[in-house]
């Protein structure tokens, strides 16, 4: 077992991506000799050259649109966008290229490029450096969408979004980054949970919380609460946002009857309202009480000042079970 | 290391006064002095909330040290009616715009997104998306060329729109396009490029193997590079193009070449990818020390008025440490306005949820 940050984990699944495909490279604004504004990419110039380790012009589209050249000549690009809120100006090549080369050329073409980004609130920047961009890469078929919420996923997760031949945009919980775990470096990548999987975190009976990326430890903190007043709550990371891994959520909710969906986006048009949908459409009658949502507010991230009212914390997770709970 | 070579400068490093074939200095001794107070109040300013963000008063700071000039040069150049379009670091022509360096504040400290009235300074605000004002900026100096504020004849009246950005931004797509569009429209936009050099920790030749001021050249539009640590040498080109703009002949490109003298913000480290010579090198051509030179020479500057200076500048300071660490916190509850123009049912609900949890916790502390 080693211990590792997430952002430690990231960096060496980057390495043991790169070792093992020589076509594995990096591309993004200050990756190089900074390492990334976080560090992930840290020491990897270095050791890999300029030639594998990019630091692109100033321009997403214009990032995101080679990497797609690059990928169709044959490489395997990873992209790093410094902060969620500066996807936006790739969101064309994302949206309109990437997530459908697969199927506007039936299979011929397909483009294994992975799209790393920080996300969510919590670090008191500025404005757009703490954003939700989730639900937009969600609701575009051909894109799979992932997160990792603790170091153990960060490693083997990146490196199969890399090892995927489908677009992956990968999401990093930034406030979370600095969170440590212990890392088994001996497994392999075929033996460890498929990132196209939910996982049980914590087993429990009477409500399923399903939560991603840094709503996680937050919903880890609420278990542990709610089991000393005797509340047996199921904890659910999704991990992969689309496509959703409906099975694993079904088997829990059949069992508890309830589910709470936590994230920090929006409710309005976010992942809570879709996975809601799909557990009404599947387990209608094993439902105690609507699945319920705690989320972000449906305005733009408030000033940082404030955003600690806009994310969702423990007392809200812990009064949306109480109300699940006496329906 | 970039040669001055084809650069603009009426003001040497060594403080002596410089002949350009093309640009002339209007400015007597007492706006020279003027200018002076502007760049020795500016980084102060700098400085001091530099020195809150260290202190955890602010969440973040992006500091304009070095870069004094080319921001006081240009903004003092602009009238009253013209309109300013910039980034998050020009901390200085927002000074010249009359904004209180208080609400400067209150944007990094994370108790307002935007905290003062655009329109009343015609300052826009600080931009942290890389490129996307320009856009903006063009497209108001279209609408100046619709409405005819711009080309009557009347350069005390005409209208026109300076653009800031950095040499990164000149990589992006919106950037280029709105060189695009002004050429197209011939429209009153100064595009104000300071290039210092880095973006972050990607130095200029990473975005582009030609002086910037040269990109011009080939949207149809004249592109001037000028010693961006030279304060009369950018207020001179800055007035040049600006009343180019105002007289409808278009847009121009101004390269300010400087250099970023600190870090990208207080986040960033920049001993992990550039060489601490070049620091030395351009603190030896630094904006405030030459002119200071050059107006002690002339005795415009002396002792005195250097104290009286030093004193204002303190008292700036004190002001700013005193007010940013009374700065509130916002009441929670305005996050739900502004959102659209007028009520909506769901934030409305929202926002009741949030008035209980807040109230509820009120009762739990009490
Ligand atoms: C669209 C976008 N991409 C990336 C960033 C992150 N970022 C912030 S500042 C910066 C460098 C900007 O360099 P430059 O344009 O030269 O301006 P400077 O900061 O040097 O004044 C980067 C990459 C951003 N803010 N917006």
């Known amino acids: ?327 | 290391m970039e040669s001055l070579e084809a650069t603009v400068q009426l003001l040497s490093s060594m403080g002596e006064l410089v002949d350009d074939p093309q640009f002339h200095s209007t400015l007597d001794g007492a706006a020279l002095l003027a200018l002076y107070r502007d760049m020795v109040l500016v980084r102060q300013l700098d400085q001091q909330a530099t020195a809150l963000q260290r202190q955890g008063e602010l969440g973040l700071w992006a500091p304009l040290l070095g870069q004094e000039a080319a921001q006081i040069g240009s903004a003092r150049a602009m009238q009253a009616q013209d309109y300013v379009f910039s980034t998050y670091r020009e901390h200085g022509v927002a000074w010249c715009r009359g904004v209180d360096p208080v609400d400067m504040l209150r944007f990094w400290r994370g108790t307002a997104h935007q905290a003062w009235d655009a329109n009343l300074h015609r300052f826009y605000g600080y931009q942290v998306i890389i490129g996307a004002h320009v856009l903006h900026a063009t497209g108001y100096a279209m609408g100046m060329s619709k409405d005819g504020r711009t080309g009557t004849g009347d350069l005390e009246k005409d209208q026109a729109v300076v653009a800031y950005f950095g040499d990164g931004a000149m990589s992006e797509g919106d950037v280029n396009e709105a060189f695009v569009f002004a050429t197209s429209f011939q429209s009153p936009v100064v595009f104000f490029c300071q290039n210092n050099q880095w973006a972050i920790s990607e130095p200029t030749r990473r975005q582009s193997v030609v002086p910037l001021a040269q990109r011009a050249q080939g949207f149809g539009m004249p592109g001037i590079r000028v010693d961006g640590n030279d304060v009369i040498a950018c207020h001179a080109v800055t007035m040049a193009a600006l009343d180019r703009a105002r007289a409808g002949k278009g847009p121009t490109l101004i390269e300010a070449f400087t250099y970023r003298m600190g870090a990208h913000t207080t986040s960033d480290d920049p001993t992990k990818y550039r060489d601490s010579a070049d620091d030395e090198l351009w603190r030896s051509r630094d904006p405030i020390d030459r002119l200071r030179i050059y107006l002690r020479a002339q005795e415009i500057l002396n002792e005195k008025v250097e104290s009286e200076l030093a004193s204002e500048a303190a008292y700036l300071a004190e002001r700013m440490r005193v007010s940013c660490r009374e700065l509130a916190d916002p009441n929670p509850l305005t996050m739900f306005d502004h959102v659209y123009s007028g009520p909506d049912a769901r934030l409305e609900r929202q926002r009741l949820e949030v008035e209980a949890i807040l109230a509820d916790q009120e009762t739990k502390v009490n």
């Open chain 1, 1 to 327: 077992m080693t211990e590792l940050s997430i952002v430690q984990a990231l960096n060496r699944g980057l390495r043991c991506a790169m070792e093992s495909d020589p076509k594995v490279l990096l591309m993004g604004e200050d990756i190089g000799k900074l390492g990334g504004v976080f560090r992930v990419t840290e020491g990897l110039q270095k050791d890999f050259g300029e030639d594998r380790v990019i630091d692109a012009p100033l321009a997403e589209s214009g990032i995101v649109g080679t990497a797609i050249g690059l990928a169709l000549y044959g490489y395997r690009p990873v992209i790093e966008i410094q902060f969620d809120g500066f996807v936006y100006p790739a969101f064309d090549q994302i949206i309109v290229q990437l997530a459908r080369m697969r199927y506007r050329s039936a299979g011929v073409l397909q483009l294994p490029i992975t799209i790393r980004m920080p996300f969510g609130g919590g670090i008191g920047s500025v404005e757009h450096h703490g954003e939700s961009p989730e639900a937009y890469f969600a609701s575009t078929p051909g894109l799979r969408v992932v997160t990792c919420a603790n170091p153990v996923d960060a490693y083997w997760m990146i490196q199969q979004a890399i090892a995927s031949d489908d677009p992956v945009i990968f999401l990093e919980p930034k406030r979370r980054y600095w969170q440590k775990g212990e890392v088994d470096l001996s497994e392999t990548l075929t033996s460890v949970p498929s990132m196209y999987q939910a996982k049980v975190l914590v087993e429990g009976s009477d409500c399923t919380i399903i939560c991603y990326g840094p709503t996680v430890a937050t919903s880890l903190h609420a278990a542990a609460l709610a089991a000393q007043d005797g509340v047996s709550l199921e904890v659910i990371d999704l991990r992969t946002l689309s496509p959703l891994d409906l099975v694993t959520m079904e088997k829990s909710v059949k069992k508890t009857g309830r589910a709470v969906v936590v994230h920090e986006a929006s409710s309005s048009g976010g992942i809570g309202g879709e996975v809601g949908q799909c557990l009404t459409e599947s387990c209608f009658y094993y439902l105690q009480a609507p699945v319920l949502r705690v989320t972000g507010y449906d305005t733009p991230y408030p000033p940082s000042r404030i955003e600690d009212v806009y994310l969702p914390d423990v007392d809200r997770i812990l009064d949306a079970v109480e109300k699940s709970m006496s329906y």
